[in-house]
């Protein structure tokens, strides 16, 4: 594990690397926090991370576009690209519980009133109706079974201490959060902004209600996640963040909220949210506010991709044990097309996988099976084997009046038509064969030496 993971549980490690690299922008022109902030990252996008040292009307920094690109996410978790999936596979299944701390430099400073105004949140869109929290990992607990729970929410600043958060009804959050209104209680909740990018990811997990994701977090991490007592609240959330709001889920409380930006890049209007309160926020010194930019841009998209792209290969691997990798695709805007590599494929199995993705996660819209020697990551390899492997009339299956997800762009009712491709090789549909053409290995071989003392940037 590298020094970002193991001895550095912040962002500091890994946005000094990006610096040191090149791979930093940081800018020190004033920048408005209403849309200026947005574009910026919007027009570097998985370019670069991005730095702001100056905001108009803040004294804090910012940053954002941490996790734009598989690469930072192999980063942070201290494994090559390809092994991101088993990584966050054997987190999952060897879970490692976290370490309690009393000096935690997220508690450098404390502030009780007036808490959001001094956090430089960006109104990122033209038709959204105010500034939003992107990156606040959420931190709750079941008051039942005492088990922790993390996970994000979009939160809107509505005043000095005051938010719509909006939570999917399908959460967890928004289960244990309806639970607590049905009773006539608030629902205590933190906000982290700033944690390890190991614990924001696993944040993303699709885990079962009462896993705890910091468990899985310390997993990632090769150590347990250093966690501190909330002031205010029972509740444990990272030490070594940049800032922690302790507050209040007020369930019964509906708030309109408006236009809001999704991950397919358009607006969508779901009607109400509800209120939150904030009576408390905690932080380091120097704090930094974390932005990740929404809507249908890189960091968004991979956050939801690589956790849930890992959630389905263990939902599939329990009932096809010769499946290969799953990929989420960005075209799909990290959460509706799914791309499942199965080795050897037997009769049916492609069109289990598919059955499986759409029972697993109502946001699968589209599914591709491909075999082991196609890359389900590469678009362009993906293309190629529907183009050469996949005859329409046999193996394309559609789907009438599937649940879907209410952030389904084009789900009426409630329901979509889901789509299934079976692009792996069937035996006897080419009497030449499926043999790639290429030179011979020794060729290539010679080559590549060759072409490494000439010019070895041209090689892969």
Not at 165 to 180: C, D, F, K, M, T
Request: aromatic share 4%; hydrophobic share 45%; net charge negative.
């Amino acid at each position: 594990m590298s020094k970002a993971g193991r001895e550095d549980q912040s962002c500091r490690t890994m946005l000094a690397d990006f610096d040191r690299r090149g791979e930093l922008l940081v800018i020190d022109d004033e920048v408005d926090p209403v849309h200026d902030l947005s574009a910026a990252l919007s027009l570097v996008d998985a370019a670069a991370a991005v730095r702001f040292n100056r905001i108009k009307g803040y004294a804090m920094p910012a940053f954002g576009g941490l996790l734009s690109s598989r690469e930072r996410i192999a980063e942070a978790l201290g494994v090559p690209k390809d092994r991101i999936q088993s990584r966050l596979l054997d987190a999952i299944a060897n879970p490692v519980a976290p370490v309690m701390v009393d000096a935690a430099p997220v508690q450098e400073v404390e502030r009780r009133h007036d808490i959001l105004t001094t956090l430089p949140v960006p109104t990122f869109f033209d038709k959204e109706t105010g500034p939003y929290i992107t990156a606040g990992l959420i931190v709750a607990k079941d008051p039942e079974t005492g088990r922790g729970n993390a996970s994000y929410a979009r939160m809107k600043v509505l005043g000095p201490n005051e938010v719509m958060i909006g939570i999917a009804p399908n959460h967890h959050l928004g289960i244990l959060s309806r639970r607590a209104a049905e009773k006539g209680q608030p629902f205590p909740f933190a906000v982290v902004l700033g944690a390890h990018p190991a614990i924001q990811l696993a944040a993303c997990l699709y885990l079962g209600l009462g896993d705890d994701e910091m468990h899985c977090a310390g997993a990632l991490l090769g150590a347990p996640v250093r966690l501190t007592r909330c002031r205010t609240l029972d509740l444990c959330v990272p030490a070594d963040a940049e800032i922690v709001l302790e507050g209040l889920i007020h369930g019964n409380e509906p708030i309109v909220e408006g236009l809001v930006s999704e991950y397919h890049g358009m607006y969508e209007d779901y009607g109400s949210g509800v209120r939150a309160s904030f009576q408390c926020m905690t932080s380091r010194r120097d704090a930094m506010l974390q932005v990740i930019e929404p809507g249908y841009h890189a960091e968004h998209l991979l956050l939801g991709a690589v956790p849930i792209a890992a959630g389905l290969r263990a939902a599939i691997g329990r009932s096809i044990l010769n499946v290969g990798e799953v990929a989420v695709t960005m075209a799909g805007s990290g959460r509706t097309d799914v791309v499942v590599q199965i080795a050897a494929p037997r009769p049916g199995q492609a069109r289990r996988a598919m059955a499986i993705c759409w029972g697993a996660v109502s946001i699968v819209k589209n599914v591709t099976v491909v075999d082991t020697d196609i890359d389900p990551w590469d678009p362009e390899a993906v293309a190629w084997a529907k183009m050469a492997r996949m005859r329409a009339d046999r193996d394309i299956l559609i789907v009438d009046q599937m649940p879907a997800d209410r952030s389904e762009p084009q789900e009426a009712g409630g329901t979509i038509a889901k789509v299934g491709y079976d692009a792996t090789c069937r035996a006897g549909d080419r009497k030449e064969g499926f043999d790639r053409a290429l030179p011979p290995p020794g060729s290539y071989g010679r080559m590549r030496e060759l072409i490494g003392r000439l010019r070895p940037e041209l090689l892969p």
